[in-house]
């Protein structure tokens, strides 16, 4: 708390809010930093144009499990959205894990706690299990390609050229088999390290976890992401295809090769993900277990992409009802000129917010800027306790 307090500035505004927040800290209450805007946004993130999206009363009700993704342009707050909302739950009583599937991972920042080693951490100070997990794409793909090249590290294209079968390949030439598991397309990366959230997931040891958040990456990358388990699927069904008939060759010729229960591995491996991007593709389109939830902040080029990114979610039949729009100044009287500029700007952009064909159906929170950074539990508590209603 104190790294927390040290970085405000020392305005009278700020030592203000200085007070407020060491209050609300030793208190566990909310204080006011400075008076939020009142917004048309805020009563319609309470009661929808159609009625049904609810506040976080509705996010915390249920006890079956659901996961949210936030996401949106780079540097708007989508960690400390992400971060904030899985001490929200945890303090609700929900055991909870947030996972961060961006490579440039901030997690560890946010808590202020080492989150990194690709394996679930315990965050301290809340009050139900809350774990974070800085997914490490690289070591996925790394033991993903490791199975598939385990003859003599040649992948599956060299093994069955070693097999005598190098004509199938060329046959299946479109299949791009070394492509996708050596130089993979972006988002690959991403796609796996879901994968392997997944596997988490669905293991014994973490089956008690009723929310899951994910901190994902900026954009582009999470659209990729998105759309790549459908394509993965399509992917890894030739290679399923592929694998059968090298099955039946394979057995003729085995007792030359003796390769059987390699490439029985590798088939094992396939299937595995195979199941998983099919786990996620559900996932990510099924509105009772998943909302998307997009972070701007009240900038023209965000917004934009804010609103690229909404329709890219519908049309990719992605669950996504929230707009959080962050790091919103204060409305206060002050000699600032810079402040009084920069907060026209802002309200000219949530203007666009309005009339914006996407984002308009949205039910939409302001989060205000504070005057401090966002670091560790208890001004992450402090952050959900303001945009989480
Ligand atoms: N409402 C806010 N008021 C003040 N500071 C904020 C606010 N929201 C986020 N920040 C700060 O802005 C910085 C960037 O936030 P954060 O890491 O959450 O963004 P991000 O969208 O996840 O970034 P990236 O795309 O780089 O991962 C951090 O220093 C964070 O503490």
Redesign the pocket.
């Known amino acids: 708390m104190a790294a927390f307090l040290r970085h405000a500035s020392t305005s009278p505004q700020s030592r203000a809010s200085l007070v407020a927040l060491r209050r609300s800290f030793a208190t566990g209450s909310s204080p006011h930093i400075a008076k939020p805007r009142l917004n048309p946004f805020q009563a319609r993130s309470l009661v929808s144009s159609s009625g049904a999206i609810g506040g976080f009363d509705e996010m915390v009700a249920a006890n079956s499990r659901k996961y949210y993704m936030?996401g949106?342009?780079?540097?708007?707050?989508?960690?400390?959205?992400?971060?904030s909302l899985a001490v929200k739950f945890a303090n609700h009583g929900h055991p909870t894990i947030v996972v961060?599937t961006?490579p440039?991972?901030?997690l560890s920042?946010?808590f202020a706690q080492d989150l990194t080693g690709g394996v679930p951490i315990p965050v301290e100070g809340v009050d139900a299990p809350l774990y974070a997990l800085e997914v490490n794409p690289e070591k996925s793909r790394e033991e993903f390609r490791t199975a598939s090249k385990k003859n003599n590290g040649g992948g599956i294209k060299d093994l069955m050229d070693s097999m005598g079968l190098g004509a199938m390949v060329d046959q299946l030439g479109d299949l791009k088999l070394d492509e996708l598991l050596d130089t993979p397309p972006p988002g690959l990366d991403e796609a796996i390290s879901i994968s392997k959230v997944m596997q988490f997931v669905e293991s014994p040891e973490y089956s008690n976890f009723t929310r899951v958040v994910f901190?994902t990456?900026?954009t582009g990358h999470t659209l990729r992401l998105l759309s790549l388990p459908d394509f993965l699927d399509a992917s890894l069904g030739k290679m399923m295809k592929l694998k059968e008939k090298l099955a039946s060759a394979t057995a003729a010729i085995k007792s030359v090769f003796g390769k059987q229960e390699e490439q029985k591995d590798v088939s094992d491996k396939l299937d595995q993900l195979r199941e998983r991007m099919r786990k996620v593709r559900d996932l990510f389109h099924d509105p009772d277990m998943m909302e998307f939830i997009i972070?701007t902040i009240p900038a023209v080029m965000a917004i934009s992409e804010s609103s690229r990114l909404c329709a890219s979610l519908r049309k990719e039949s992605v669950p996504v009802q929230r707009l959080i729009v962050?790091?919103?100044l204060p409305q206060t009287v002050s000699e600032c000129k810079f402040c009084s500029v920069r907060s026209k700007d802002q309200l000219r952009a949530l203007d666009m917010i309005k009339t914006d064909p996407e984002l308009a159906q949205l039910s939409v929170v302001e989060?205000?800027?504070?005057?401090?950074?966002?670091?560790g539990v208890p001004?992450l508590k402090f952050?959900g306790n303001?945009i989480w209603k």
């Open positions: 936030i949106g342009k780079g540097g708007v707050g989508k960690t400390s959205c992400a971060a961060s961006d440039a991972h901030s920042d946010s901190d990456a900026p972070v962050n790091q919103v989060a205000p800027l504070f005057d401090a950074e966002i670091r001004a952050m303001m």
